[in-house]
């Protein structure tokens, strides 16, 4: 079974520039989760979906930060503009329901901000 | 101010001794969860405790869920090269709106 794919791995920016990550969660998992982890930091919640829904964006900084899930399948994260403040890991997760059953976590997107 | 806190921030063992990793919520939790992330790769899960003073085995490792379900420990017995990498706890509440906050994680050395 396929495992959380992202892209692009890596992402290097100037500031101001916008950006945008992309998730394709397992195959079946109807929730989907993007988190940031900054430098020797657990991941941070951003936001989380229940099939197409944003059911939880209180951590989601509205002012640059979108996301969408359209289709209840992939999702994609964009920060317009970005700050150097936003260079961090950023984490896509999916699980089969809400809560705290387990999450698998994609290989993330390493962005650098300059 | 931090909710989910872990200690140590960093350990470095030689390889055979035990290790210990601790994680302390400020709320009562519903279930905790324990990741481990290896150098440059992403959280992987290991474990989710749910009862309290919950106590459960994977080979070398040890995990325990306090009875006020405030607070929890990893243990791992005679650590191999492949321990190596940052334990996260994350703990699931109401009070944090019933989402995972993660520790900011132990990190592991183990010296051979």
């Not at chain 1, 290097?12 to 945008?20: D, L």
């Not at chain 2, 324990?34 to 474990?47: A, T």
Request: net charge positive; hydrophobic share 30%; aromatic share 10%.
């Amino acid at each position: 079974e396929a495992g959380v794919v992202q892209s692009p791995r890596y992402k290097i920016i100037e500031k101001k520039q916008p950006v945008a990550f992309w998730c394709n969660p397992i195959s079946g998992h109807n929730t989907l989760y993007w988190y940031r982890q900054n430098l020797g930091q657990g991941p941070e919640l951003l936001i989380r979906y229940e099939n197409e829904e944003a059911v939880d964006d209180s951590q989601l900084p509205k002012d640059r930060f979108s996301a969408e899930r359209l289709k209840g399948v992939d999702s994609t994260l964009k920060i317009q503009p970005a700050e150097l403040g936003d260079s961090a890991v950023y984490l896509c997760a999916s699980s089969q329901t809400k809560g705290g059953i387990t999450q698998y976590f994609g290989p993330g997107t390493r962005l650098t901000v300059l | 101010g931090q909710q989910v806190m872990q200690i140590p921030q960093y350990q470095h063992v030689q390889e055979g001794e035990d290790f210990t990793t601790y994680c302390n919520s400020s709320t009562t939790l519903s279930n905790i969860q324990w990741y481990k992330q290896r150098p440059g790769g992403h959280p992987v899960f290991l474990i989710q405790l749910v009862k309290s003073g919950e106590v459960k085995k994977q080979k070398r490792l040890t995990f325990q869920f306090g009875e006020a379900k405030k607070n929890s420990s990893l243990h791992i017995t005679a650590t191999q090269t492949t321990d190596v990498g940052t334990y996260f706890c994350a703990g699931l509440s109401m009070e944090y709106g019933n989402k995972l906050v993660f520790g900011a994680g132990t990190i592991l050395r183990v010296k051979s």
